[in-house]
């Protein structure tokens, strides 16, 4: 099993939601279908614009506690590295 780390944004430069998860398809779903009721959902925050994966659940967690601490700024370079122009990478996750 592989576990990710997650970053969702409302739209370029917008709302930041930093996650982790089992099952990243699904759990975008439930972002996009504000399924579950909070931050995301509040916020329209469902574009997929980062993510990272690991073998170990110990790992990825430390990940985004390590995230969780870093500024803003910090987060939007992360995400330029991967994805430049903030594209929503869940489009291409199950092809």
Request: glycine share 4%.
């Amino acid at each position: 099993m592989t576990y990710s780390v997650y970053l969702l944004a409302s739209r370029r430069h917008g709302t930041l939601y930093l996650g982790v998860t089992n099952d990243l398809s699904r759990r975008v779903g439930e972002h996009k279908s504000k399924a579950v009721p909070g931050f995301s959902a509040k916020y329209d925050v469902h574009r997929l614009v980062w993510y990272e994966t690991y073998e170990r659940i110990d790992e990825a967690i430390a990940c985004e506690k390590s995230l969780k601490k870093w500024r803003r700024d910090w987060k939007i370079r992360l995400i330029e590295e991967m994805n430049p122009d903030w594209s929503d990478l869940s489009l291409v996750l199950n092809q």
